[in-house]
Every structure is written in C-alpha cells, then in structure tokens.
C-alpha cells in the first residue's frame, strides 16, 4: 500500500493549513528522487538551507553540463548561477517528477538564454576551453603516453565542439553527454524531432571536419 | 531498387545519412542507402568509422570543474523571493495564463479598428485635400454659390437668392454681427466654424437649413466619441502586452 506508485502524499516538515495549495507529489520509489523532493518541499516553505542541499548536490553536474554549451567558463558559471536564482524563484512551480531534470531543464534555458545573449553582441569566438583540473587516471598500470594522448583528445574535440554552432553544440552535448533521447532534446530546445536529429548529424560532420588532420587522435 | 554507389563518386554520396546510421538513427530507404555507400564506398565507410569514434569520445569528455560554489546567500534569497509584484503577477504572461494574451489581441484590435472608423470619415469630411467623393458635390455647389455670388452683378440676370446668401455669407466673415439678427433658428444653427458647410448643403438641398449641419455635428460628435472608446481601448490592449513582458522579464 505504502510502497504504491499511485499513492500521493504532500511531503511536508510541518502540517500546512487546509485553504493552501497542497500541490503534492507523488512518492517516488527512487530514494535519491525521494530526498530530492523532500528539500525541495522545505525549499518552498522558506528553508535556504534546503534549497542549497540541492545546489550543493547537482552543481557540478550542472556546471559541467553547462559549461559544454557555453564554452567560457565565466558566462557558464554566471548561466548556472542564474539557473540557480530562477529555480528558486519558481520553486513553486515545480509540478512533481524528477528535481535533477527540472533544473537541468532550467539550467539548459539559462545556457540558452546565454548563447542568445552572445549572438546578439558581435563578439569573439570562444575561448579555448583549457581543462587543467582534468587528469589522468593515475595509477600502476597508467602509460604516460596513452595518458597524453587522452589529454590531447580532450583538448582538441573540445576546441572543435567550441567552433561548431550554438544549436549544433547544445544538441550534441545534450544527446551524447547527458543521454536525452531526440525527444525530450526537442522538448527542452523548442523544435522538432527532425530539426534536433539534423542538427546532431550535422553537428558530428562539422565537428569532424574541424578535426579533419588530427582523427588519428580518435582511433583505437 | 536503389543505384549501386560507387567509390568514385563519394561527392555526391549522402553524408548526411551516414552520420544517422552512426548515430543508429538511420531507418527505412535512408539506412539502406547509407549502408550501402558504406559497404562500397571507403571513404564512406572512412567517414562512418570516424563518426562512431566522435560519438564515443564526446561521451567520455570528462568533467570540467566549477570555479565557484553556487549556493544562494541569505541576501540573494531575499532579493528573489516572491515580492508583492511577483505575487500579483506571478503566472501573468506565463504558459499557464490563457487569458491575458487573447484579451490584450481583442482589446488592441478593437482599439485600432474603433480608431480607423471614427478618424478616417472625420479627416475625409473636413480634411481639403483630402476629401473623398461623397463630399464632393457640396463643396463644388458652396464653390458655385460663391461664384454665383460674384458674378450676379455682371451677369445681370443670376436668381435673387444668390446674391442674398452670399451678402449673409460675406457677412458673417466679417463678423457684422447684426447681420446674424433677421436670420432664423436654423440659419443660426449655421454659424460657427462649419458655416460655409452649412451654407453648401443648404444650397444643395433646398430645405431644412439647418438639419445638414446638425447631422454633421451629431456625426462629428458621435466620431470623437468612438475615437476615445477606442483610443482608451487601445491604451488597455497595449498596456496589457506591456504588463505579460514585464511580468515575464521581471516577474521570475
């Protein structure tokens, strides 16, 4: 009975009065969904602290995801930030299902917002996004050569994701780094099915052509 | 049955659908096609093998560390929590407000149409240049009552009425005031700024002295009064539009 999908209770810390929107959510199975919903309902009733347990949990995530689409770090963090603001802002707009999704979807409207902004200003290309936290996995078995090799992998497909279109770019990370189906994909950009297929395919060319000379770093 | 491709023509091969076969994306005629220009064609098959290794390597990017931490301070929180605007305007112009969209389209386009009908026909009755045929036929008789007017003497044998109206019409630009006392209630109604009208369409139709101007004036009256419906309605649409943006540019 307890453990039944269907079964909706109002995850609360304390009892609301009858008159307020209840607005409750189904109790997922999901434990991590299960914890997600229960900050997010102290969030709404005014917890800060609540609020920032979830930031706490998803902002790297989000900042990774983020800093894809938007290849300058600065404009990333300040798109995540903004992400950050307009959750909480519309905290009580959150109609129940996944909290990790629905901030990615408005940290994905924030990166968006981001790039319009950028293409509306005559600006310079994006800067190369040089990743010095990353390192190679160390350990015994590590070959130094293999290692540098990963590295200049990393380095170079992220200068040509840097270069290809923002639409492209967003499609691609979106599909390939964060697993969205073409679906939701076209849910979250606001097109259609074959608009997002196409600009993915068109996507991966393009990011081939910028390669084009170094695909020897892509093989084996 | 598809055309066998060829390794020499890879220009003219579809690219396109051999990157939706790498992605596995490719179905129906397209996946077929794309499998056989990478069965035939090594540079297709060169470009599909290179795809397959991007989509992987763009899989296993690795993470980019944050520069700062996210959390909201205690100020920012107050600053974005829901003020009395936010409030109050909430979900206006948001996805779920149906309402405030299609009034603000009636209530502007109402507006407009209100403001098209009551200044057009005003600009097209009293404006000179621009007055449309209707209102032709009585400034050519006002014209030719003046005319009239001028060349009785000469002629000699103009009808009587003619010098008399226009000894009442030079008259009253001259602003003899006691020539206003012998004429009758509808003549009075004659005076002011429309009197020359007046004095057309009296011309024109040969009675009632008075009623064309007071239709005039009713018509003239009744069109301001649409022109500030309208106008009023058209300041609420607009003012409505203005209130969705805001409330979505600022409302959160």
Same mark, same amino acid.
């Given at each position: 009975m307890l453990d039944s999908p269907d079964l909706r209770i109002a995850v609360r810390r304390h009892p609301l009065p009858v008159e307020r929107d209840l607005r409750s959510t189904t109790v997922p199975d999901d434990p991590v969904q299960r914890r997600d919903l229960i900050l997010l309902e102290r969030a709404r009733d005014g917890d800060l602290d609540a609020f920032n347990d979830l930031v706490t949990l998803y902002q790297d995530q989000l900042y990774a995801l983020v800093v894809r689409m938007v290849p300058d770090r600065d404009q990333a963090a300040d798109a995540v930030q903004e992400g950050f603001f307009s959750a909480f802002r519309n905290l009580h707009t959150f109609r129940g299902g996944s909290v990790k999704a629905w901030l990615n979807r408005i940290c994905v409207n924030a990166a968006m917002d981001t790039q319009r902004a950028r293409r509306r200003r005559p600006s310079q290309p994006y800067p190369e996004l040089e990743d010095d936290s990353w390192q190679p996995p160390a350990g015994e078995d590590a070959d130094p050569e293999r290692s540098a090799v990963l590295a200049e992998r990393t380095r170079a497909l992220g200068a040509a994701l840097a270069s290809i279109t923002d639409d492209q770019r967003t499609a691609i990370v979106l599909y390939d780094i964060e697993g969205y189906d073409y679906a939701e994909i076209a849910e979250m950009t606001g097109v259609s099915l074959g608009t997002v297929k196409s600009r993915i395919h068109r996507g991966r060319l393009a990011l081939r052509d910028r390669l084009e000379g170094r695909m020897d770093l892509f093989r084996g | 049955?598809?055309?066998?491709?060829?390794?020499?023509?890879?220009?003219?091969?579809?690219?396109?659908?051999?990157?939706?076969?790498?992605?596995?994306?490719?179905?129906?005629?397209?996946?077929? =096609?794309?499998?056989?220009?990478?069965?035939?064609?090594?540079?297709?098959?060169?470009?599909?093998?290179?795809?397959?290794?991007?989509?992987? $390597?763009?899989?296993?990017?690795?993470?980019?560390?944050?520069?700062?931490?996210?959390?909201?301070?205690?100020?920012?929180?107050?600053?974005?929590?829901?003020?009395?605007?936010?409030?109050?305007?909430?979900?206006?112009?948001?996805?779920?407000?149906?309402?405030? =969209?299609?009034?603000?389209?009636?209530?502007?386009?109402?507006?407009?149409?209100?403001?098209?009908?009551?200044?057009?026909?005003?600009?097209?009755?009293?404006?000179?240049?621009?007055?449309?045929?209707?209102?032709?036929?009585?400034?050519?008789?006002?014209?030719?009552?003046?005319?009239?007017?001028?060349?009785?003497?000469?002629?000699?044998?103009?009808?009587?009425?003619?010098?008399?109206?226009?000894?009442?019409?030079?008259?009253?630009?001259?602003?003899?005031?006691?020539?206003? =006392?012998?004429?009758?209630?509808?003549?009075?109604?004659?005076?002011?700024? $429309?009197?020359?009208? $007046?004095?057309?369409?009296?011309?024109?139709?040969?009675?009632?002295?008075?009623?064309?101007?007071?239709?005039?004036?009713?018509?003239?009256?009744? $069109?301001?009064?649409?022109?500030?419906?309208?106008?009023?309605l058209l300041i609420v649409g607009l003012s409505l539009f203005a209130l969705r943006w805001t409330s979505r540019r600022f409302g959160g």
């Amino acid at each position: 009975m307890l453990d039944s999908p269907d079964l909706r209770i109002a995850v609360r810390r304390h009892p609301l009065p009858v008159e307020r929107d209840l607005r409750s959510t189904t109790v997922p199975d999901d434990p991590v969904q299960r914890r997600d919903l229960i900050l997010l309902e102290r969030a709404r009733d005014g917890d800060l602290d609540a609020f920032n347990d979830l930031v706490t949990l998803y902002q790297d995530q989000l900042y990774a995801l983020v800093v894809r689409m938007v290849p300058d770090r600065d404009q990333a963090a300040d798109a995540v930030q903004e992400g950050f603001f307009s959750a909480f802002r519309n905290l009580h707009t959150f109609r129940g299902g996944s909290v990790k999704a629905w901030l990615n979807r408005i940290c994905v409207n924030a990166a968006m917002d981001t790039q319009r902004a950028r293409r509306r200003r005559p600006s310079q290309p994006y800067p190369e996004l040089e990743d010095d936290s990353w390192q190679p996995p160390a350990g015994e078995d590590a070959d130094p050569e293999r290692s540098a090799v990963l590295a200049e992998r990393t380095r170079a497909l992220g200068a040509a994701l840097a270069s290809i279109t923002d639409d492209q770019r967003t499609a691609i990370v979106l599909y390939d780094i964060e697993g969205y189906d073409y679906a939701e994909i076209a849910e979250m950009t606001g097109v259609s099915l074959g608009t997002v297929k196409s600009r993915i395919h068109r996507g991966r060319l393009a990011l081939r052509d910028r390669l084009e000379g170094r695909m020897d770093l892509f093989r084996g | 049955m598809h055309e066998q491709p060829n390794s020499s023509d890879h220009a003219r091969h579809d690219l396109l659908a051999v990157a939706a076969l790498a992605d596995r994306d490719a179905t129906g005629e397209e996946a077929v =096609r794309a499998r056989a220009q990478v069965d035939t064609c090594a540079e297709c098959a060169m470009l599909h093998a290179e795809l397959v290794s991007l989509a992987t $390597a763009t899989r296993q990017l690795p993470d980019i560390e944050r520069p700062r931490d996210f959390r909201l301070r205690p100020e920012d929180a107050q600053r974005l929590r829901p003020n009395r605007f936010r409030r109050l305007f909430g979900s206006f112009g948001t996805a779920r407000d149906g309402f405030s =969209r299609p009034l603000a389209v009636g209530l502007t386009t109402l507006g407009l149409a209100g403001l098209m009908l009551g200044i057009l026909p005003g600009t097209l009755s009293f404006g000179g240049a621009a007055s449309g045929p209707a209102d032709a036929p009585a400034a050519a008789t006002m014209d030719q009552t003046l005319d009239a007017g001028a060349s009785a003497p000469a002629a000699g044998g103009a009808p009587e009425q003619a010098p008399e109206r226009t000894n009442r019409l030079e008259q009253h630009f001259a602003g003899d005031q006691s020539a206003l =006392r012998p004429m009758g209630i509808g003549e009075l109604e004659a005076d002011g700024p $429309a009197g020359p009208v $007046a004095i057309a369409g009296e011309a024109q139709s040969g009675t009632g002295e008075g009623q064309s101007l007071t239709s005039v004036a009713d018509d003239s009256t009744g $069109a301001s009064q649409l022109a500030v419906i309208s106008g009023t309605l058209l300041i609420v649409g607009l003012s409505l539009f203005a209130l969705r943006w805001t409330s979505r540019r600022f409302g959160g």
